[in-house]
């Protein structure tokens, strides 16, 4: 449950970067509620679309499963440390405007995180019920507390939420490609 609740805190971190953004963009009050559930279906549904990829993955590299997802955090970890703002600015620039179909594909962009770590969950055997109401859970939270406090502070502290995210992604990564290592169960 420990691994299952630190794949969960991130993604919640970025999340609410992206929901900040929107805040700070100037997201209607209307709207909110739109967006926060376009982030709870997609990045609760997102991780079932990984889990599958992963668990064809888990039996075809069996043993080293555990290495496998240590990698897929890190590389998604490191990824979102080195992701450009502009990039997250173009996101919440682009939830703003868009409807129809458009929205369906910007769902998709906005969840690749989670569906790295439905492949991760695949590989490291998580509770895939509990994992996914919690994830949807976190993203329409958190996507609400972004917009709010997104009105409120700087653009600073977006970035700053994000780079944590990233951060914490790597460590996971890292303590469960050591833990396989060392024999040691998380």
């Known amino acids: ?5 630190a ?5 919640g971190l ?20 739109r967006i926060s559930a376009l982030f709870m279906v997609f990045e609760g549904g997102m991780p079932l679309v990984g889990l599958f990829a992963g668990q064809l993955v888990s039996e075809v590299v069996g043993k080293y499963a555990d ?3 240590a990698a897929v955090l890190i590389v998604l970890g490191v990824f979102m440390l080195l992701s450009r703002d502009e990039d997250e600015e173009k996101k919440a620039d682009l939830l703003l405007r868009t409807r129809g179909l458009a929205v369906l594909g910007l ?3 906005i969840s690749l995180d989670e569906l790295a770590i439905g492949f991760t969950l695949g590989l490291i055997k998580a509770p895939v019920p509990i994992a996914v109401v919690l994830i949807a859970a976190q993203a329409f939270v958190v996507a609400q507390v972004g917009f709010r406090l997104g009105e409120r502070v700087g653009e600073s502290f977006r970035e700053v ?15 469960i490609g050591v833990a396989r290592l060392t024999g040691i169960s998380l």
Do not use: C, H, W, Y
């Open 1 to 5: 449950m420990l691994k299952l609740i």
């Open 7 to 11: 794949l969960v805190i991130p993604l």
């Open 14 to 33: 970025d999340t609410f970067a992206i929901a900040a953004a929107l805040g700070i963009a100037g997201l209607p009050r209307n709207q909110r509620m």
């Open 67 to 69: 290495f496998a997802a």
């Open 107 to 109: 769902g998709l962009s």
């Open 161 to 175: 939420a994000e780079r944590v995210a990233g951060g914490v992604l790597v460590l996971l990564g890292l303590g």
